[in-house]
């Protein structure tokens, strides 16, 4: 109506012939709060000012000041807005080697170098679906140092995955990792996913030592528990999603259509941030007495929620039938 009538003062005198009618009535019945509304939105340009308006502009910010006080609120989202600082924690991704493992004898190596390590972190890597039951996976990633993972490409050769190792292949191999008492312990974001995949293939994995997404929950039930918004919580450094590798939604290109390359750069900065965060969690669920209820509760309770996934509930379908209201 301004756009009509030029300003608040015309429209007031011409209320009588605005067509809709309750605006109408209102700017006939209610003129004085309209005139009072556009005083309260006018901005007063005879206020005294004690200093001269170009010492009142935005100077250039702290960030590491602001760094600090965002990871101490949790405001992950606004760290990532300062993009990559310089801070010791802070370290370019391209400078995760990775190390592709393609054959049997390749995987065979990779087991004794993990069987030396203190921990053997692990990422699972395929198209995500909610439920109990996982798919075969693309590949696993392991962390081999805060900067190097390796990668396992694991299914049929494809165009685009010309080298892998079947799974059936694989899974005996990685048997000892997962079962042995005298292999370190292992730990993942989601170790219920992991030892329901490792149950499909008959592997009874030991408990794992530690779960990055139980930690965070524990730590604070209301905050992010991935991967990425820990990394930047804690080790200020920004990861990429998944979505940003393979898309979104309708289209989202499936993990077995990406080139294994592309999926093993993602899975190295999961699993090495991963390997960073586990003693840093571990050590603030210690701080916090929360160290008992993850060993004797929440660890032990993923091998009995996999283990229900994996067995199901039986359904007698003649009652099912009765039971349908359709």
């Not at 910010?61 to 990532?80: C, K, N, P, S, W």
């Not at 259509?257 to 899975?267: I, K, M, N, R, Y």
């Not at 669920?285 to 032990?300: F, I, R, Y």
Request: charged fraction near 30%; proline fraction near 5%.
């Amino acid at each position: 109506m301004i756009s009509e009538w030029g300003d608040l003062e015309t429209l007031l005198e011409n209320a009588a012939r605005v067509k809709a009618k309750k605006a109408r009535e209102a700017l006939l019945g209610q003129a004085e709060e309209a005139r009072l509304s556009k005083l309260l939105a006018t901005l007063r340009e005879d206020v005294p000012l004690e200093c001269r308006p170009e010492a009142l502009s935005l100077g250039a910010q702290d960030e590491e000041a602001l760094r600090a006080l965002y990871r101490r609120l949790g405001f992950t989202q606004l760290i990532e807005s300062l993009g990559s600082g310089q801070g010791e924690d802070d370290r370019p991704e391209n400078q995760i080697a990775i190390e592709m493992v393609t054959s049997l004898a390749d995987l065979e190596e990779l087991v004794v170098q993990l069987a030396e390590l203190d921990w053997v972190a692990v990422r699972m890597i395929g198209d995500e679906k909610k439920g109990g039951l996982v798919d075969e996976p693309v590949g696993l990633c392991f962390a081999l140092a805060e900067d190097r993972a390796a990668y396992l490409p694991i299914g049929t050769p494809t165009l685009l995955q010309r080298a892998c190792v079947p799974f059936e292949d694989a899974m005996p191999l990685l048997r000892p990792l997962f079962e042995s008492r005298d292999s370190p312990p292992w730990l993942s974001g989601d170790t219920k996913r992991v030892q329901t995949l490792l149950g499909e293939s008959e592997i009874r994995a030991r408990l794992p030592g530690f779960d990055l997404e139980l930690a965070a929950y524990l730590l604070d039930p209301a905050g992010p528990r991935t991967t990425k918004a820990l990394a930047s919580q804690h080790l200020g450094r920004t990861l990429r999603a998944w979505e940003e590798v393979a898309g979104r939604g309708a289209k989202a290109t499936s993990a077995r259509e990406l080139a294994p390359e592309v999926v093993a750069a993602w899975g190295a900065e999961e699993v090495c941030a991963l390997s960073e965060l586990a003693p840093r969690l571990a050590g603030r669920l210690k701080d916090d007495a929360l160290e008992s209820l993850v060993e004797e509760v929440e660890v032990p309770l993923t091998a009995v929620l996999s283990g229900m996934e994996r067995a199901g509930v039986r359904i007698d379908e003649a009652v099912g039938a009765e039971l349908d209201y359709q």
